[in-house]
Nanobody, 127 residues
Framework: QVQLVESGGGLVQAGDSLRLSCAAS????????MGWFRQAPGKDREFVAA????????WYADSVKGRFTISRDNDKNMVYLQMNSLKPEDTAIYYC????????????????????WGQGTQVTVSS
């Protein structure tokens, strides 16, 4: 049974930093692309960042490029999202996700390819 558990969210001020973590179990983690998504109230879930199974390729939404960094530790089954220069518009519930099959990164930006999701962690950025 695949489990993804996010942590590290909180209430911060604009310009601050946060580091989100996602602990994965129940899958051969080093074989899976991992993604971060977020959902603000009244909005659709949107892509934030993704990283391939070996970490050689990373992608970011334009809105976070240059401020957020995705990374992973395959020995610890962890994926991270370092968020710097946070803005009020970054306020959302952040989810980590894994696709339904290994060694897959096609359409990494689409929530539809991700079968496994964590429960989310709230990030609130005040102005």
């Amino acid at each position: 049974q695949v489990q993804l558990v996010e942590s590290g969210g909180g209430l911060v001020q604009a310009g601050d930093s946060l580091r989100l973590s996602c602990a994965a179990s129940g899958l051969t983690f080093r074989q899976y692309t991992m993604g971060w998504f977020r959902q603000a109230p009244g909005k659709d879930r949107e892509f934030v960042a993704a990283i391939t199974w070996g970490g050689s390729r990373r992608w970011y939404a334009d809105s976070v490029k240059g401020r957020f960094t995705i990374s992973r530790d395959n020995d610890k089954n962890m994926v991270y999202l370092q968020m710097n220069s946070l803005k009020p518009e970054d306020t959302a519930i952040y989810y980590c996700a894994a696709p339904g099959r290994p060694y897959s990164s096609d359409n990494y930006y689409s929530p539809l390819i991700y079968n496994y999701w964590g429960q989310g962690t709230q990030v609130t950025v005040s102005s």
